[in-house]
């Protein structure tokens, strides 16, 4: 699976959009980009995934670039249980697609 | 429309003690994974099992973890002999009977060892 970068910390005033980034150079034709977050120890939460379309959810938007090197996860009006890590990780299908790679992510600190 | 659900969610052993940390899936779902979390790192993945079935277990430790998903009941995780490098979290996720879907991930278990 490709690697992705993060920022590995971001601040956000509550209300406010949260707008997270992801570098993912080396991405392939059939891999796609997965955005997950991370509450205080608790169990990894899925957000919102796509492949090249932008992609929208009751949780986040994501927006991928057209060349597919990098993406953004937008959280339109961040409160302060937004307050999380949130790892981006790119992922084949079929059998390629077992297992998900956590890297570092982006702890995102919402402040009131 | 339960969750994945694991049990239990705090666990203390003693060192050379064995550990069973069991998951059920969502409802439908017929893919488990097992990732670890040691103390202020990032996920790692360990294995991923069908029922009755190990498909990858390129991240298990070689010596002292097994898994299995029966065709009956939850997946175990099964750590024999613990020693203190295994107090970590332990999640499990699940995903529906296609390869490569979406994982939802449980509450975890914390796994103690003194």
């Known amino acids: 699976d490709a690697k992705t970068t993060q920022p590995p910390s971001m601040d956000c005033a509550e209300g406010r959009a949260a707008n997270l980034p992801c570098n993912h150079s080396?991405?392939?034709?059939?891999?796609?980009v997965y955005w997950y977050r991370q509450i205080h120890s608790q169990g990894p939460q899925y957000i919102i995934h796509g492949l090249k379309n932008n992609e929208t959810n009751e949780m986040a938007s994501l927006i991928i670039t057209e060349d597919r090197k990098s993406s953004t996860l937008i959280l339109p009006h961040a409160t302060l249980r937004d307050t999380a890590v949130y790892y981006c990780?790119?992922?084949?299908?079929?059998?390629?697609?077992?297992?998900?790679?956590f890297g570092g992510g982006t702890r995102l600190m919402v402040k009131p | 429309n339960a969750g994945v659900m694991q049990n239990p969610r705090h666990l203390v052993r003693r060192r050379g003690q064995e550990a069973r940390l069991r998951c059920s899936p969502m409802?439908?779902?017929?893919?488990v994974y097992w990732y670890r979390q040691l103390p202020e790192e990032g996920l790692k993945f360990m294995v991923y099992?069908?029922?009755?079935?190990?498909?990858?277990e390129s991240g298990m430790p070689k010596e002292r973890f097994s898994a299995e998903f029966p065709k009956e009941g939850p997946s175990i995780l099964r750590i024999q002999q613990v020693v203190r490098g295994d107090s970590a979290a332990y999640f499990c996720?699940?995903?529906?009977?296609?390869?490569?879907?979406?994982?939802?991930f449980g509450p975890g278990t914390r796994l103690l060892v003194l």
């Open positions: 080396t991405i392939s034709g059939n891999e796609y």
């Open positions: 996720a699940s995903s529906p009977g296609t390869s490569g879907g979406t994982q939802y």
């Open positions: 409802k439908g779902h017929s893919h």
């Open positions: 990780i790119v992922r084949g299908e079929g059998n390629a697609g077992n297992m998900l790679t």
């Open positions: 099992l069908q029922k009755e079935n190990i498909i990858d």
